[in-house]
């Protein structure tokens, strides 16, 4: 695959876990990153051994600091930028994969990482994380869905104190406030409950995980009664699918079912 020295890709079963691999820098997103994770998960979507991903950061320090402030280009003019960020391939290549995501976050979670954490399905965070969207100290906003998916996540009065401030808040806060979903004792702790909910996620029928994750995310941008359509189409997709009758007839002789992911 697209792996390269600034993302290390490992496979552990039905699992691929990513990690953002420049611990010297705190996982500062670079153009190596951005262009690379895009590819990475096309593949990783049309791969039928993976069933989840789990994305994580190396080091000690944490998950990831945001964007490279190093690599930033001051005199882009603005048209320039927004060409270079508008479609933003590369967070929006999350709500692409039809596979879950689930990040492991320890340490610092900030701007840009926190954003790429928001893009996630299920986040997990390590006691001792700090999150933050510090963005506007650097007379920025957030480019990377920030200001759109923490209010979809947490409601807007608090994403707004958030956004506003760039206040740090910790992992319990985070988890608290439902930033995170799970809360783990310690970086390793984290990635091994990240891994484990990813090994749970892979060994349930694909299709009817695929679903679920479009079904919730879609609509979010609906209204009720669109939603709702959408979710009884996609249910009557899934009872006819090999899975769905092999369930049921393990079910009725009382044996484990043998799944093929379609
Ligand atoms: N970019 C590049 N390098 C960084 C970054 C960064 N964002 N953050 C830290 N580093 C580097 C430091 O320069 C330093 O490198 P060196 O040793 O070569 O000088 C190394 O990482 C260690 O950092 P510090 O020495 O600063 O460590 P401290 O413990 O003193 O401080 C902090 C850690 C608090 C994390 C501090 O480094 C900091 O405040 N960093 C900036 C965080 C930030 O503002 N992030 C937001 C960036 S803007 C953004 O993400 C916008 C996203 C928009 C689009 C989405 C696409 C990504």
Not at 66 to 86: F, M, Q, W, Y
Request: net charge neutral; with cysteine; hydrophobic share 45%.
């Amino acid at each position: 695959t697209t792996a390269n020295e600034h993302v290390k890709i490992e496979r552990q079963g039905a699992v691929a876990l990513v990690t953002l691999n420049r611990p010297e820098a705190l996982n500062a997103i670079n153009d190596d990153i951005r262009g690379s994770l895009p590819q990475m998960l096309r593949e990783f979507d049309a791969d039928v051994e993976i069933g989840a991903i789990v994305i994580a950061g190396s080091g000690e320090r944490g998950f990831s600091v945001g964007a490279d402030i190093k690599e930033s280009r001051p005199n882009d003019s603005p048209i320039a930028t927004r060409r270079r960020l508008v479609p933003t391939t590369w967070i929006e290549a999350l709500d692409a994969t039809c596979k879950p995501v689930i990040a492991a976050i320890h340490g610092f979670c900030l701007g840009g990482g926190m954003e790429l954490a928001l893009a996630c399905d299920v986040r997990v965070v390590a006691k001792g994380a700090e999150f933050a969207l510090p963005e506007t100290a650097l007379g920025l906003m957030p480019g990377g869905g920030g200001t759109q998916r923490l209010p979809r996540l947490i409601g807007l009065s608090r994403s707004l104190d958030l956004l506003l401030t760039g206040d740090r808040i910790g992992a319990e806060e985070a988890y608290r406030i439902g930033i995170a979903t799970r809360l783990a004792e310690s970086p390793e702790a984290a990635l091994a409950e990240a891994m484990r909910v990813a090994e749970l996620i892979a060994a349930r029928p694909r299709v009817a995980v695929a679903y679920v994750k479009e079904a919730a995310r879609a609509g979010l941008d609906m209204d009720l009664a669109n939603g709702l359509k959408l979710e009884k189409s996609l249910f009557a997709l899934l009872t006819s699918s090999a899975d769905r009758i092999e369930a049921a007839r393990a079910f009725r002789e009382k044996r484990q079912p043998n799944f093929i992911g379609a």
